[in-house]
């Protein structure tokens, strides 16, 4: 009988090596085993859109060499990883307005359809599948109920209480709402009742500051606004007209309108019950800018074409006595196109008016207490608009200068200390509206952008015309702000606040 080969124990050495490496694999395998788990534990980053928005856009908009936070900066700036990126807007401004797909950019450069849309190029995403009709209603539709976030919020919702700037689109009928902190336009509101346009000429927000209302050039209403919630609580027929300037009462009910014509009129209105009261109509030419001082006893208006302006007592509002004041000292009331008054505005203190007159490019400062003329100083061409600052010693001056000449387009700033001009500041082609923002201490200039030889628009414009755009400047250092430069609809063309 064979005997058994023994079964020998593997050297002592080799064990201790193989219990390590058993030890060693279950520790890895451990391992691995929590960092699977960790990783699924992790919170997935909220990037605010919703579910089938974010879908689309993280995988389809901000990837890697296009709209993420790294590569933004050669795609216009603008960022689409989270939704409060995207309302940070680009360098051209606010590229999505809740409930305006229409006037939002994102849509334009997303659409290949004309049947749904603007679609301009380059297309979106660039060098690769445009998005399909289905992926581009989907963000469309999005826009139109507001693009909301994940948890329902709609950008500036919350903004009923904060200041705002209103601007009219002269060349589109609708009316920019503007946030003066991030410079971003947040509505484009609808205005007048024509399908033709109406030219909504001048905005006013009243100081109480709860309504805005708009005046059109080429219409026969006044609109009021709720300045809240931009809905549209009534208006006043007031019949055709060169309408040009609304003045409203310091205690907001009252207000007066006028019509530049040569056989003009200045109507005034009962704003709480919206109807006219009574037309003052005493011989008025081209009765152009208005102003009202802070008793509500003296209504200013500037008579376009002449050397005068008309100073009308209120004491008796159905029956106003109206004056006629020379603004050419030694010289007698005339029809002559020698200063033709623009614009005109109270010192904050009353003690003085300053008129600009568009004919001789100049500003012209009026004593109130006797109407003598006090001071003559030259501007740019074509001085429109004025407004004080209430922080700073200035007075700033809109010029719109003259196309195909070398008058260009400036804002001047007057020195209320010094009695003097400060050099010129270009903000923009066809300079006309500005606001002062105190709490941003910034100047915002709208820049009509209609003549020849203004810069070419960003992108083609909802209705005819070119779009114009919104510079700024800052009051501390009165320098042009670096990079800002909002794209708005056509003809922006006053503002307020």
């Not at 694999?25 to 980053?45: E, K, S």
């Not at 001082?293 to 209120?314: H, Q, R």
């Not at 004491?315 to 008054?341: A, R």
């Not at 009165?478 to 006053?494: F, M, R, T």
Request: net charge negative.
């Amino acid at each position: 009988m064979k005997a058994k080969t023994p079964t020998l124990a593997p050297p002592e050495n080799t064990l201790f090596s193989m219990k390590f490496t058993q030890f060693l694999m279950t520790f890895l395998i451990g391992l691995l085993l929590i960092a699977c788990n960790h990783n699924t534990d992790m919170p997935v980053p909220d990037t605010g859109y919703p579910t089938d928005i974010e879908t689309l856009v993280i995988t389809r908009c901000a990837t890697s060499g296009c709209h993420d936070n790294i590569s933004n900066g050669a795609a216009a700036g603008l960022n689409l990883e989270t939704w409060n990126d995207l309302f940070s807007g680009s360098r051209g401004g606010a590229v999505v307005i809740p409930y305006r797909p229409d006037f939002s950019t994102f849509c334009y450069y997303t659409n290949t359809d004309t049947l749904l849309g603007l679609a301009l190029e380059p297309t979106m995403p660039y060098n690769d599948m445009p998005l399909s009709v289905s992926e581009y209603l989907l963000i469309k539709n999005w826009i139109q109920s507001g693009a909301p976030n994940n948890k329902g919020f709609v950008k500036f919702s919350d903004y009923q209480n904060k200041s705002k700037l209103y601007i009219s689109n002269r060349g589109c009928d609708v009316v920019t709402v503007l946030d003066p902190e991030s410079g971003l336009a947040m509505r484009y509101i609808d205005v007048g009742n024509s399908p033709s346009i109406e030219g909504p000429c001048m905005i006013k927000v009243s100081p109480d500051k709860l309504y805005w209302y708009v005046l059109f050039s080429q219409g026969n209403i006044l609109q009021k606004f709720r300045t809240s919630d931009n809905a549209k609580v009534g208006e006043i027929t007031i019949g055709s007209g060169f309408w040009s300037a609304i003045e409203i009462s310091t205690d907001s009910k009252k207000a007066f309108i006028s019509d530049a014509d040569i056989n003009g009129r200045i109507i005034y209105a009962d704003l709480e019950n919206m109807q006219v009261i009574t037309t003052y109509q005493s011989g008025l030419r081209y009765p152009y800018g208005l102003c009202i001082n802070n008793t509500n006893n003296i209504l200013y208006a500037t008579s376009k074409e002449g050397n005068y302006i008309y100073k009308i007592d209120l004491t008796n509002l159905l029956s106003p006595i109206i004056q006629e004041i020379s603004l050419e000292m030694g010289n007698p009331v005339s029809t002559v196109q020698t200063l033709n008054p623009y614009n005109i505005c109270l010192s904050p203190d009353g003690t003085r008016y300053f008129v600009t007159c568009n004919k001789s490019a100049e500003l012209r400062i009026v004593q109130t207490s006797n109407d003598s003329l006090l001071d003559i100083h030259a501007t740019g061409s074509n001085p429109a608009e004025i407004i004080f600052s209430h922080d700073y010693p200035y007075l700033f001056v809109s010029c719109m200068g003259v196309p195909g000449t070398i008058k260009f387009s400036v804002v001047n700033v007057f020195n209320l200390n010094s009695n003097t001009f400060l050099p010129e500041i270009y903000a923009g082609h066809d300079s006309k509206g500005i606001m002062i923002d105190d709490v941003s201490n910034k100047l915002y200039v709208a820049n009509r952008n209609v003549s020849s030889g203004g810069p070419a628009a960003h992108h083609e414009p909802v209705c005819e015309g070119k779009n114009g755009y919104i510079t700024a400047i800052d009051l501390n250092t009165l320098q042009l702000i670096p990079g800002y430069k909002a794209e708005l609809s056509v003809d922006p063309y006053h503002i307020s606040k």
